[in-house]
């Protein structure tokens, strides 16, 4: 089972259910079926497994969930199969943060787009992580200031995302782009 997800390989998965392996078979790592699927981005073997029952919760010894691990592989089709299963959008990766924070840091577009207009997607876009950064923070802090980060930070404050919140030494996310040369990221948080 645990190669199968792990390859994307959906009719092994299929037939690996059949034979009655377990959906939450933990790996050397304690990564689960569901979360080798969704860390390779195999959504074909992911949805069968979500359909079978497979826990989205589960969380393995880095703290990542296959929740979790969307917003850094920044597939939304991976986070539509995913939130059919209802995941637990309050739980928080090692740095004590949601999927939206490495999605901001990443530039996913596609992801953040979907995470935050799907009403069956409830993350929260001001989460602070324990860095002290939100997801528009580390949009701007990590990210380059290109077109996808710029879209990104369009996205967040659409969906909410308030560009008033400091990070610990008191900075918001405008004061970051200004001091990093972003100029359209900085337009658009003046806006």
């Known amino acids: 089972m645990l190669e199968a997800a792990r390859s994307g390989d959906v009719d092994a998965v299929r037939e690996a259910i059949e034979r009655g392996a377990g959906l939450e078979a ?6 689960t079926p569901l979360l080798l699927a969704a860390t390779g981005d195999h ?3 992911a949805r069968v497994l979500v359909d079978a029952g497979a826990d989205p919760d589960a969380l393995d010894q880095q703290h990542d969930t296959p929740w979790l691990v969307t917003g850094v592989t920044g597939s939304a089709a991976m986070a539509r199969t995913l939130a059919a299963a209802d995941p637990d959008y309050t739980i928080v990766n090692r740095y004590g943060g949601t999927s939206l924070i490495p999605a901001g840091e990443h530039g996913h577009v596609a992801y953040v787009r979907e995470v935050t207009t799907n009403p069956d997607i409830d993350v929260d876009v001001d989460h602070v992580n324990d860095l002290g950064w939100t997801a528009l ?3 701007v802090i990590l990210g380059d200031g290109g077109t996808d980060h710029q879209k990104t930070v369009k996205l ?3 969906a909410g995302a308030d560009p ?3 990070d610990r030494t008191g900075m918001t996310a405008l004061q970051h782009a200004r001091r990093r040369g972003q100029d359209e990221v900085a337009r658009l948080l003046s806006e």
């Open 26 to 31: 933990r790996d050397g790592n304690d990564r």
């Open 43 to 45: 959504v074909g073997a």
């Open 137 to 139: 923070l580390e949009a």
């Open 156 to 158: 967040l404050l659409d």
């Open 164 to 166: 008033g919140i400091e």
